[in-house]
Nanobody, 127 residues
Framework: QVQLVESGGGLVQAGGSLRLSCVASGRTVSGYTMGWFRQAPGKDRDFVAAIILNGGSTVYADSVKGRFTISRDNAKNTVSLQMNSLKPEDTAVYYC????????????????????WGQGTQVTVSS
């Protein structure tokens, strides 16, 4: 089993930055695909970014491309999401996810593709 704990959320003004972290325990996740998703009130859980397997390829939702950066530190068993130029529409609960699947495709863009989830951290961007 893998446990994921997110941190780093908070309240920030539009244009500001936040850095979210996700620490994994129970098993090393260096060979896992790690993803970030977000869910605003009354909406579906949406894909934000993923870092694929251990190769480090990164994928982003169009809405965050150029503003957010996902990275991993295998030595610390963590994945981070640096969020810059934040907008009010980025307000949501942000979730970290992990999955050990080793095959290709675009499953990492879907919440159903991940076996492990954190509890989420709130990000609020004021205008």
């Amino acid at each position: 089993q893998v446990q994921l704990v997110e941190s780093g959320g908070g309240l920030v003004q539009a244009g500001g930055s936040l850095r979210l972290s996700c620490v994994a325990s129970g098993r090393t996740v260096s060979g896992y695909t790690m993803g970030w998703f977000r869910q605003a009130p009354g909406k579906d859980r949406d894909f934000v970014a993923a870092i694929i397997l251990n190769g480090g390829s990164t994928v982003y939702a169009d809405s965050v491309k150029g503003r957010f950066t996902i990275s991993r530190d295998n030595a610390k068993n963590t994945v981070s999401l640096q969020m810059n130029s934040l907008k009010p529409e980025d307000t949501a609960v942000y979730y970290c996810a992990a999955d050990p699947k080793q095959y290709g495709g675009t499953w990492y863009r879907r919440p159903s593709g991940y076996a492990y989830w954190g509890q989420g951290t709130q990000v609020t961007v004021s205008s």
